[in-house]
């Protein structure tokens, strides 16, 4: 079993203690085989991360550059894309090193996504800027994602902020709809935006052959990994309350032109 976090952003422009030190903290929560996802924006924050100066462990990236593998701690981290698109969000999976989606259309976004080899995963389809509702409305592109994100860790209510019961009406949608009768999987991931909030939550995933030096097969061992789960018993959700509120704060001070 291999725990996974794959929705996370570090800090804010990047920030983060340190690469040994986010490895250590992912490592605490995830464990062995643990494997954790950041997610650019329309920024480079993943390359940012593995980029930097500074540790001592080692970063073997894997083939396809869409993540590294850290020997010391066993861990992964992936390259992943959170796509702004006009219709809601989409996080693009198993991004490869230096390249992001551009487009802002949803459509031609999952097609460019897909074109780079990436899968795609409905993250908190029912939050703020969720594609929950442009999806119900375009049942016929629901099969092009692998996981719906029933729970997100960070989609809390902060009254005169967000929206409430976002989560449950994500698991409703992946109940009422048989999304497991499309082979899509349901997941659940942190969306922290502080280094400290990775391995909060994590989807268990079932083992997969990472015995090759070169990880020929990541990609797709990931993509039918996160299919597979199908039951709320292999999510682990804990709610990033404290994380998520500073977040909608800051995000609302720049928003107001107070901060940058």
């Avoid at 894997?62 to 006009?86: H, L, R, T």
């Avoid at 487009?103 to 074109?115: F, G, L, P, Q, V």
């Avoid at 997941?187 to 995933?205: F, M, N, P, Q, R």
């Amino acid at each position: 079993m291999i725990k996974a976090d794959i929705h996370n952003h570090l800090g804010r422009n990047r920030a983060n203690p340190g690469f040994d030190e986010t490895i250590d903290i992912a490592h605490a929560r995830l464990g062995d085989g643990g494997l954790f996802g950041i997610a650019n924006s329309d920024d480079f924050r993943y390359e940012k991360f593995v980029e930097q100066k500074g540790g001592e462990y080692n970063r073997n990236h894997v083939s396809g550059d869409i993540g590294i593998y850290v020997p010391e701690k066993k861990i992964f981290a992936v390259k992943c894309q959170e796509i702004f698109s006009k219709q809601g969000d989409i996080l693009a999976i198993a991004m490869p090193h230096g390249k992001n989606v551009k487009s802002k259309d949803a459509r031609d976004a999952i097609r460019e996504a897909r074109d780079l080899g990436a899968f795609l995963d409905a993250v908190h389809p029912f939050y703020i800027d969720g594609i929950g509702k442009f999806l119900e409305q375009n049942p016929e592109l629901l099969q092009l994602f692998s996981t719906w994100e029933v729970y997100n860790g960070s989609a809390v209510f902060v009254p005169g902020f967000t929206i409430a019961f976002a989560n449950k009406k994500a698991m409703e949608f992946y109940s009422s709809n048989l999304l497991e009768k499309l082979g899509i999987g349901m997941s659940s991931s942190t969306d922290g935006h502080s280094a400290k909030s990775i391995g909060k939550c994590y989807t268990e995933l079932p083992d997969m052959p990472f015995t090759s030096k070169k990880f020929w097969n990541l990609s797709w061992d990931l993509d039918a990994a996160f299919r597979s789960v199908k039951f709320l018993d292999k999510l682990h959700m804990e709610s990033n309350w404290f994380d998520a509120y500073k977040h909608v704060k800051e995000m609302a001070m720049v928003k107001a032109g107070l901060r940058k």
